[in-house]
């Protein structure tokens, strides 16, 4: 619908940090009440600073997305970011926590220390007729979702690159 329409929105692509070390050191049931919780955080603050015409899904795992007005963003954002950053120290215990970091194994099988989760947020601005699918749309937030992650800390990336179609 928004595709079609005169309005500018923004879709933003979620994930959360060094997810795959904390759910193997703690456990599918912590990692799964971690993703609920996250979900409920996003849907919270989207409907505090969104506005009625939000949308927010899960797409699977620790992956989000929220469909945004233009305006909103900026607000959703900062405050998904900065509550994220508030409340994840509940999920960890003392000693992480105190060390900033846990061990684990990689992807790949490597040992390597992960600092506490943090949460990513690629954004696009979208306007008509600059996107012409939400394949288009998902496909471009992945690959700046890829950019965003590397930067240290929970945070958001604003792609205000126009689409090649």
């Known amino acids: 619908k928004l595709l079609s329409s005169n309005e500018a929105f923004a879709v933003c692509y979620a994930d959360l940090d060094n997810f795959k070390a904390y759910n193997d050191r703690y456990g599918y049931i912590m990692g799964s009440e971690l993703i609920r919780h996250t979900g409920e955080l996003i849907y919270e603050e989207t409907s505090k600073f969104g506005g009625d015409n939000s949308f927010v899904g899960h797409v699977g795992g620790d992956d989000f997305v929220m469909v945004l007005p233009a305006e909103t963003y900026e607000k959703v954002c900062k405050a998904v970011t900065s509550r994220f950053d508030r409340e994840i120290a509940k999920f960890y215990s003392p000693e992480d ?25 690629a954004v696009l601005e979208c306007q008509q007729g600059e996107y012409d699918s939400a394949v288009n749309i998902a496909r471009t937030a992945a690959q700046i979702k890829d950019h965003v992650k ?16």
């Open 97 to 121: 926590n105190q060390r900033g970091s846990i061990e684990g194994k990689d992807r790949y099988g490597v040992h390597r220390i992960f600092p506490i989760m943090t949460i990513s947020i």
């Open 150 to 165: 590397v930067i240290p800390g929970s945070n958001y990336f604003v792609n205000r690159r126009k689409s090649d179609r």
